[in-house]
């Protein structure tokens, strides 16, 4: 593997933890539509809205960090996708748009009626987004995105069998991974009803998926022979069978009610499936372009591989402690209820920890602002990252009931 490579592989990364939490939270979207009716219906309704609250916005960070690294590492594929694909990416970007409209809006409703057409508007752009995010993955694996500024053609390289598929393909996973996460959140908040509900759900979205999977074979057969002989040999057929086991592992771990377990094996069978893709297309990026030819010049490889790894230092431990909140139950009332009845609604908070934090940031000021050399500074830079490590560990680890 070369440099070349690499962004390349962080990317791919990005695009699944996307596909898995963002395909979720669409899911959830999809959920609000399709809730059904009466008091059960509601519950179901709400169940979905309050599992999105923590994370709607987070997971786009997903999308951003594989638009930003492609635009940066690979230049000029970035920019025959955008031109080609100009209007599946247009069309996903008002979906997200009015999709954080409508959640947003959704608090500020006050009859059952005018919350009813937000949550019809909000299910309707999470059905819009993954389709049209689907069909761009649908035209690049289908080789109808040539190099060059809007070379191919700006309808048929995303409205085409592949395209079509994969976009359906997409919508249906998110429904079925929301599903799967939603029973394992009622399952956490003691509300039997609800993870029943949505373990019946989640077993016929599986099975919907698994029968799309089976129907669009032929389809890419004959639409994409490209991708279709890498997916069936070597590497990229033992992606897409290690995808199949995944989910069938999870379906039989929701019919037996594991459904945190179901996550994760949930979450590889996606994972499988983009890697199956990276392999079956290596190491063409386009038709005609390999990923070495599409690369950026040395120094700006080396200077994106650094910035990510600079930003992963505080992105990592921040998505990390949020979703350790949210799979605790720490956003939830009860649990809210209960850190403030116990403990007045402050929180204990590590003093050691504490301590060093605010000795790191009074070494960064010091060797920051009244020495010059230029290893005082390297110190103070040290010491400024040790302050905010110390203090962040501190939060994430006091303890709200005291």
Not at 219 to 234: F, K, M, R
Request: with cysteine; glycine share 10%.
């Amino acid at each position: 593997m070369s440099l070349a490579d690499v962004p390349l592989l962080l990317a791919l990364v990005g695009l699944t933890a996307y596909a898995v939490l963002g395909g979720a939270d669409f899911g959830a979207g999809i959920w609000q539509l399709v809730g059904g009716r009466g008091e059960r219906g509601v519950r179901i309704r709400e169940h979905a809205h309050h599992a999105m609250g923590p994370v709607w916005e987070t997971n786009h960070v997903w999308l951003i960090f594989v638009l930003v690294v492609c635009w940066t590492a690979y230049p000029t594929a970035f920019g025959s996708i955008a031109s080609t694909l100009c209007v599946p990416l247009f069309i996903a970007a008002i979906g997200i748009i009015l999709r954080g409209t409508a959640y947003a809006m959704r608090s500020g409703t006050v009859t059952a009626r005018e919350q009813r057409r937000v949550e019809v508007l909000l299910a309707a752009s999470s059905i819009l987004t993954p389709f049209a995010l689907g069909a761009v993955i649908g035209g690049i694996a289908s080789g109808r995105v040539p190099e060059g500024n809007a070379e191919g053609d700006l309808v048929t390289s995303w409205l085409n069998p592949t395209s079509i598929l994969i976009g359906t393909l997409a919508v249906v996973t998110a429904a079925y991974l929301a599903a799967v996460f939603l029973a394992a959140d009622a399952v956490r908040r003691r509300e039997p009803e609800l993870a029943d509900a949505f373990r019946t759900r989640a077993l016929v979205a599986g099975l919907v998926a698994g029968a799309v999977a089976m129907v669009g074979l032929p389809v890419v057969h004959s639409d994409a022979e490209g991708i279709w002989s890498g997916l069936t040999s070597g590497w990229g057929l033992v992606a897409v069978l290690a995808s199949a086991v995944a989910g069938i592992v999870t379906l039989a771990l929701v019919w037996a009610r594991r459904f945190e377990p179901a996550r994760y094996c949930a979450a590889v069978a996606v994972g499988s499936i983009v890697a199956g893709w990276a392999i079956a297309q290596s190491p063409q990026f386009l038709p005609g372009l390999t990923v070495e030819e599409a690369a950026a010049p040395h120094s700006t490889l080396v200077a994106i591989l650094v910035s990510v790894a600079i930003g992963a230092l505080f992105l990592v431990p921040a998505l990390a402690l949020l979703f350790t909140l949210v799979l605790r139950g720490r956003f939830d009332a009860a649990a809210r209820g209960v850190a403030v009845d116990a403990a007045g609604g402050t929180a204990t908070l590590s003093k050691p920890l504490l301590g060093v934090g605010l000795g790191c940031l009074a070494a960064a000021v010091l060797f920051l602002t009244l020495l010059e050399p230029g290893w005082a500074h390297a110190i103070g830079v040290v010491a400024l990252f040790g302050f905010l490590f110390a203090t962040f560990i501190a939060v994430a680890a006091s303890d709200p009931a005291g």
